[in-house]
């Protein structure tokens, strides 16, 4: 079966820090990968899916980046965190198949405070 | 931008009645999901429907779709109080060539014992 892991579960920096969040996906090969911010009492918010090793789709430009380095990995980073950065980011994949269903699997989020 | 938008934003219900929510969207869909998100968790998908489909059940769930009013309703019945959560639907958007699940804001529904 599949499983989809998220480190570190919850993390506290000061503002104009690095940030690394890993995500890494089990049971699976060539999944579509996306990160999602949620901030407090609010939506999802789409930050960069990939569809492929070193393949990246932002949809919002900011300071934040996403990496590919292995086909189950997937990594957010920043240079510099600014305190909007703060919220709870989720990683999920959905199977590369071509189902039309586009169902993601989530995992369990990072919850990250800037301060 | 914000396809989905559930209704009401949050419910407060008492242990064994049903619980309604609503989902409104802008545009043509392939289908439309529903998920589950407990507090501090991850979302967990819990029902889908295809757009030729007009009403799906899972268990204790019943979900409508309307595509002539691009809305949808999630209907929890005999609710408990383990289904307290925040509920979201989201609708596939193509975009240049690709694939999104875009997310309503979520409703927050409280099922107290």
């Known amino acids: 079966s599949q499983t989809i892991h998220q480190w570190p579960a919850t993390l506290v920096q000061p503002v104009g820090s690095p940030l690394s969040l890993e995500c890494t996906v089990e049971?699976?090969?060539?999944?579509?990968l996306y990160w999602y911010r949620q901030a407090a009492g609010r939506g999802l918010q789409l930050l960069f899916y990939?569809?492929?090793?070193?393949?990246i789709s932002s949809e919002v430009p900011q300071n934040l980046s996403a990496s590919r380095p292995q086909d189950r990995q997937f990594i957010l980073s920043s240079k510099k965190l600014l305190l909007s950065d703060s919220g709870f980011y989720l990683c999920?994949?959905?199977?590369?198949?071509?189902?039309?269903?586009?169902?993601?699997?989530f995992g369990p989020g990072t919850r990250l405070t800037v301060l | 931008s914000q396809q989905g938008e559930e209704d009401p934003q949050a419910l407060s219900i008492q242990e064994g009645e049903n619980a309604t929510m609503n989902c409104s969207y802008k545009?043509?869909?392939?289908?439309l999901q529903w998920y589950r998100q407990n507090s501090g968790r991850g979302l967990v998908h819990l029902i889908l429907?295809?757009?030729?489909?007009r009403e799906k059940h899972s268990g204790r769930l019943r979900v409508t779709l309307d595509t002539s009013k691009k809305s949808s309703s999630l209907l929890i019945t005999a609710s408990r109080a383990a289904d307290t959560a925040s509920y979201f639907c989201?609708?596939?958007?193509?975009?240049?060539?690709?694939?999104?699940?875009?997310f309503g804001k979520g409703m927050k529904l409280t099922v107290n014992p």
């Open positions: 999920a994949w959905r199977p590369w198949h071509g189902r039309r269903d586009n169902e993601q699997f």
């Open positions: 049971g699976t090969s060539n999944p579509n």
């Open positions: 990939s569809v492929g090793i070193g393949q």
């Open positions: 545009t043509s869909i392939n289908n």
């Open positions: 429907i295809r757009s030729n489909e």
């Open positions: 989201a609708t596939v958007v193509t975009q240049g060539g690709s694939e999104k699940l875009v």
